[in-house]
């Protein structure tokens, strides 16, 4: 079966860091793109960061640029998000994805594989 588990998530205060990870199982990221997206409450789902499996290829959104990191393991099939002098907006689900095209990573780009997100939540 086809998964990816997102898991990192909680509260923290503004300022501060945290880092989610995105595991897969059935499937690896080779050939992948790996998004990171959020949803606040009340508000449409917001692309925050991509990375290519294949090459070196990474962009964030402008809200994000400077403060999160996206990285992987490919040991262990995982993708990260270092989220650093987090605010009070960046308080949302945040869900990974995996789409297939590695060499044509957008910000727009289609998804196949999503996970159920994990909550974060940055106190002021």
């Known amino acids: 079966e086809v998964q990816l588990v997102e898991s990192g998530g909680g509260l923290v205060q503004a300022g501060g860091s945290m880092r989610l990870s995105c595991a897969a199982s059935g499937f690896t990221f080779d050939g992948y793109c790996i998004s990171w997206f959020r949803q606040a409450p009340g508000k449409e789902r917001e692309w925050v960061s991509y990375m290519s499996s294949l090459v070196a290829s990474t962009d964030y959104a402008d809200s994000v640029k400077g403060r999160f990191t996206i990285s992987s393991d490919n040991a262990k099939n995982t993708v990260y998000l270092q989220m650093n002098s987090l605010k009070p907006e960046d308080t949302a689900v945040y869900y990974c994805?995996?789409?297939?095209?590695?060499?044509?990573?957008?910000?727009?780009?289609?998804?196949?594989?999503w996970g159920q997100g994990t909550q974060v939540t940055v106190s002021s």
């Open positions: 994805a995996a789409g297939r095209g590695a060499y044509y990573c957008s910000a727009d780009g289609s998804n196949d594989y």
